[in-house]
């Protein structure tokens, strides 16, 4: 009992076969299908899959703000023990501010072009922190945040607008407010892509020090292996609104058992010059007719009738590590 | 079949596009078999009975009848077919003018013709519209023809700035860029790529705009620029009545409907139009 | 040995801006493409390396520097070229979004170059259109559709196709498939290197993403602010980075297996951001981000050092006065 509180105390977020369906204009649009994952306290997880595996519809459904054409069919997402979907607004609110906040793809957007940072952080903090928090306390607690993530000079960043900062400066205040307002869990929404490789190298980094430093959590959103490879513990590797294969990072990396996992891996180019697959054949399924059995199946080259009939489950095949196919032990 | 389905499911999202769309081929089924269908066909042009001027509304003359003795009702939907061959024409001249315009400055923007046509259109856009077209339509003999020119003169710049906009933007696009380096000519470049591009637009426009060129034929008529009596348009006839108000209001009140239901018909169907249009590439 | 099609001497392009300032956008690129080869072209956002490409195809004149294709100088051409020459040199762009007409068919879009630099018969056009789609590796029934139906690794190869219409003999690649999934990525590619080896063409390869570029390059040449930092033949390249700005470019990759990681220079962390190319530092553009950087770094521009065969440097590290006392600190960079 006494085991069962500290796990309970230890997740901060737990999604539990997490379905969500789209209506778009009459046709129903089948995106998740039983998304399962945890994220203990100063964990990183990732969320690697290609365009189009759900994995931003996953993480709005974390802060419940899908749109309104979504529907919850099963499943529910406990934020600190708490379903966001029976949330009332006014939790939701106070989770959406201090609790779990977002770290966008394109920082340009997630900044308002017409105030100084100044205005945008002090503005961000006084909904977060306690009422009548003087605004000089505010400005410290900015300022504070803002030499946490590196940036030079913070009093001037204070005062310039978001046009005056390059990308890779804009994507370091949004995390600076993300964390100051006392969030634990940080959704990162593949927060390198729209910078350069250098710059991204950065972001990530300072991600994964403050993280550790102050004793975050964070789900790493990304399309590209090396990017969850680096910067996670712990990995879910998704496929059509499923999870196909998730474990340790470095374990699934090395042993990779689900035949998409394997298939994706052979397409990255790597340094050390292997040459170039062919890529997987097919293309990721129509959502509004997805496949009955495993989504993967049609495209799968192992695939047999019984992967085609039903859903296979979500299994442990070594310790920690679990793939959702039938023949997870006979792939490599 | 199935692109018509959803188009229709995206038309119809917002019911209010739907009334819009049954107003307007109201409109349009009156403007073009009304003739045949009004209790009254011969009222439509100059007939007198003065016994039966004046009327309130009744079962036997639905919207009354005007100090002639001609019965409203018929005059109304007699008029809808100049109304409607009104907007037809100015937006059939002025798009395809004001689309040439504005591409040809917007695919050269920043040289000289882009500032030339642009200045020109400008001023255009400068002058009140009304003052403009009084102007021109007072100066010319007072008649439909006249009207519908006045009108077109001062419509064709917002084509230009529309298509203008669509263009320079479309400048930068790598299938425009790509054109250019194999070789294609101007024409090509227009016609083929650029326009099937512009269309939506233009055509989303057109529709809202008809409504607009419609009350905009009707003040010059209400004026007395427009169609001359004794055949039958909605703004002299609006015009005429307007000094019986209020004690034979239905001079006047039945044709100012007629005006708004058409315009917000248009509007509606405009919107549903841009509805369906622009979420065409979701 | 195979021939030498294009030879690029001291190539610059600069951009006057309203304020009076000037963006050097590339200075002073000197570059060869050979017959069937490909050279990839790498560098970061404002490293000039898409104003190379735009100014080999012709969409603006050279500032300065001699573009030599076949013998002819095609630096001050921009489109004056001749209808030869457009179609023998045929770009491919990034944006699988906007290079195709979405209010047009596939079998239009691939009609245009066949149009205009061909006299086929308009049944003869439809019918290499589709031969066209065929030869990429796509159903000949896609001429029918719509480019928005489709998926962007289908775009980008229909692009390809519509290079192909005109046989030319250098396509230009700018970053082709970085707006592409991995899986998606690896069939263009190989595609790519299929028809590379049929039709012997050249690519220049524009990229920013290295690891691609050990699997698909020939040679390699990195820019950095409009300026070559280093050269050299793609395995050498990779197995002894000399340059600091390379390595750290490749200390910076994230990589998926144990064996690669062992390749990124260890000791190199990237810091710092890539100046405005209209401020480009004085001395060598990247000395504000170097670790190894000298007193001169500061005040010359280094030139470019032929250290081995095919493998060039332009870097203060390696200039002949300083290199042997600088022989610990070029050893320690070398490692």
Known sequence: MENMDNAQKDTILEVKDLTVSFDVYGRISHVLDGISFKVKKGERVGLVGESGCGKTTTLKSVLNVLPKNAKINRGEVLFEGKNVFEMKDSELAAMRRTGAGMIFQDPSSALNPVFSIEKQFITALKYAKPNNTPTKELYDIAVEALNNVMLPDPERIMKSFPFQLSGGMKQRVCIAMTIAAGRQLLLADEPGTSLDVTIQDQILRLINKLVLDNHLSVIMVAHSLGVIRESTSYVNIMYAGTVVESGETDDVFQNPRHPYTVALMSCVPKLTGEGIAKGIPGRVPDYMAPPKGCRFSPRCPYAKEVCKAEKPQHLEVSPGHWVSCYFANEVI | MEALKRNWLKFSESKISVIGLVIVSAFLLLAIFGKYMVPYPEHIGSYVDFANAGLAPSSKHLCGTDLMGRDIFSRIIGSFRNTLLMGVIVLCISAPVGFVVGVIAGYNKGKLIDTVLMRITDIFLAIPPLVLALAIASVLEPNLTNSMLAITVMWWPWYARLSYGVTSSLRSENYIIYAELVGAKLPHIIFKEILPNCLSAVLTKMTLDMGYVIIMGATLSYAGLGEQAPKPALGSMISSGVKYMPGQWWLTIFPAIAIILIVLGFNLLGDGISNMLGTEEN | ?335
């Open chain 3, 1 to 335: 040995m195979a021939e030498k099609i294009l030879d690029i001497k001291n190539l610059k392009k600069y951009f006057p801006l309203k304020s009076g300032q000037v963006v050097k956008a590339v200075d002073g690129v000197d570059l060869e493409l050979y017959e069937g080869e490909t050279l990839g072209l790498v560098g970061e956002s404002g490293s000039g390396k898409s104003t190379i490409a735009y100014v080999l195809v012709g969409m603006y004149e050279a500032t300065d520097g001699d573009i030599i294709y076949k013998g002819d100088n095609l630096a001050k051409a921009g489109l004056n070229r001749t209808l030869k020459q457009r179609g023998e040199i045929q770009i491919v762009f990034q944006d699988p979004g906007s290079s195709l007409n979405s209010k047009r068919t596939v079998g239009k879009s691939l009609m245009v170059p066949l149009k205009i630099h061909t006299k086929m018969s308009k049944a003869d056009m439809e019918k290499r259109s589709r031969d066209l789609l065929e030869e990429v590796g796509l159903p000949a029934e896609f001429a029918d559709k719509y480019p928005r139906t489709l998926g962007g690794g289908e775009r980008q190869l229909i692009s390809v196709a519509r290079a192909l219409a005109t046989n030319p003999s250098l396509v230009i690649l700018d970053e082709p498939t970085s707006a592409l999934d991995v899986s998606v990525q690896a069939k263009v590619i190989s595609k790519l290197i299929d028809l590379q080896k049929e039709l012997q063409l050249a690519y220049l390869f524009i990229t920013h993403d290295l690891s691609l570029m050990r699997n698909v390059a020939d040679r390699v040449a990195i820019l950095y602010l409009g300026r070559l930092c280093e050269q050299a033949p793609a395995e050498d390249f990779f197995k002894k980075p000399l340059h600091p700005y390379t390595q750290m470019l490749l200390s910076s990759i994230p990589v998926v297996t144990a064996e690669e990681e062992k390749m990124k220079p260890s000791k190199v962390q990237s810091t710092g951001e890539i100046p405005s190319p209209v401020n480009v530092p004085p001395g060598c553009a990247f000395h504000l981000r170097c670790r190894y950087k000298k007193p001169i770094c500061m005040k010359e521009r280094p030139v470019m050092k032929e250290l081995s065969p095919g493998h060039f440097v332009c870097c203060h590290l390696f200039n002949d006065d300083t290199y042997e006392s600088d022989k610990t600190a070029a050893q320690t960079v070398a490692e």
